[in-house]
């Protein structure tokens, strides 16, 4: 009984086990034609054009185009690490488009090769629409994509070949028969080919092609992120001293442990941006164009910028997405020059009444040209942070920072232009995506410490954290225990208006669990809003209300 199944299998099977064989090597041949494209459109961009890898910008076009709630899943899932799971599921979906291309290339050719060549004219679009690219950017996925049609037409070949040879020579015969007498591609290689050496031959070329694939595509991207690159001319960059320096009053800091420090540390500062790659700009190539409706357009230069004379500002930032309790929000020394100043030289004609401001990376921000002018208010163009160059990821070498606007609506980073405009006739890059085209930001209270979720001992604790109300100051800081009243808190001695100030409460911490809300007043007299409000469109709301143990 076994023995005559076995023989069975042995008769029935095999061919078919054969042609599913090949279809996994055929698979395998997309899979090594996609890195061949990949790999030889990095080494081109490397040449050409730095901005013009595909990968990249086709995952720019998907950070672009995905909904804001599935945007808000991808943060929320993957925090921190939302770029880098982007670029897994596009590595994914290379994968398995490629393999699928392999697979038509064996059975229905020239179908592999024309999946490939859509791919590339895809990614070529995805390409030279991107902000900021360079006339030849069209090159390297052109040229990546003649690479890969041709590893994979060669590839499949040789599969076919080999396929043929593997195949009992009686049936490639009568094939050869039927279709009129014409040969068969395995004819054509060899009339009568060893199976090993079809094999061998295959092997050959898919081994070559994948693993240059991968050397060439890696060195290629390592030496686009790292040559002449930008991040070391930062480092040798020596910012002016400012003319005039923020004056920290005494007792603007307490010792708190768990409190949030009065200035966020550069590594620290939270970072939020729609850039898959952080642009890279040489300040010395960097100009900044005014134009739209202004007397005369205006360019500067970074040089420009330093010479009109640095001060320093202290402005605590804070993101549209930062919800209730949350770290989206960040206080540092900024080293600039007043934007009032800057519009001032390319005059703003009468009828304007929004600035909006274009990143390298086509990101865009509207902020009302108010916010930009009045005197009363520091906005400014930044180039320094906290004492250093601004970091890469916060903007090198120019952003703005706006005291009272959420940084989506003022705090461009990468900047290049500043057109003057109307709310009417122009949009920015999240007013289409379901934020509002304004957005000043809502003041709020914050408990740092205790944590939430971490248990602390019974006893005397102080309950400590910041509170926000940028160009109006903060008041007065309450606490609430359990359904007890309302009780002010110490703060800190403020900076300045556009500064968070720092807040504590002693309490006598019985053992249980009880709720700690906190809630801020701000100068005007008003109160926090106690409503819940969810991010979109224009920022969260509520009173942070947090469980906590005591033992
Ligand atoms: N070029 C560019 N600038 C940008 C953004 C962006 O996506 N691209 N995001 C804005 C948003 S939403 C915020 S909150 C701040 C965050 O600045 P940070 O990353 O330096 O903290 O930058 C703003 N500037
Ligand atoms: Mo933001």
Redesign the pocket.
Known sequence: MAQRSTAEQRGTQTPRRSGKRFLFWAALSGVISGLVFLAAAELFALIFARAASPILAVGGFVIDIVPQPFKEFAIATFGEYDKIALLAGLGLAVVIASAIAGILQLLRPPLGVIALVVAGALSTAAIVTRAGVTALAFLPPVLGTIAGSIIIVLLIRRLTAWKASAVPAAMVDRKGVDRKGEKTEADATDAKPSKALGRRQFFLLAGIAGVSAVIVGIASRTVSMTVGSVATIREALKLPAPKSKVTVPKGAELDIPGLTKLITPNKD???????LTVPTIDPSTWRLVIDGMVDKRVELSFQDILDMGLDEYAIT?T??SNEVGGGLV?NAMWLGVPLRDVLKKAGVKSGADMVLSK?V?G?T?STPLSALTDDNLDAILAVGMNGEPLPLE??FPVRMVVPGL???VS????LTELKITTFEKDEAYWTPRGYSAEAPIKFASRVDTPKVGQAVDAGRIPIAGVAWAQTVGIERVEVKIDEGDWMPATLSAPINENTWVQWFMEWDATPGTHYVAVRAINKNGDTQIEERAPIAPNGSSGWQRSLVRVN
Request: hydrophobic share 35%; aromatic share 24%.
């Open positions: 500062f939270y970072r939020v941006d729609t850039a930032m993101c549209v960040g990143s990376d990101y921000a916060h903007g959420y940084g989506y705090a461009t980073k990468w």
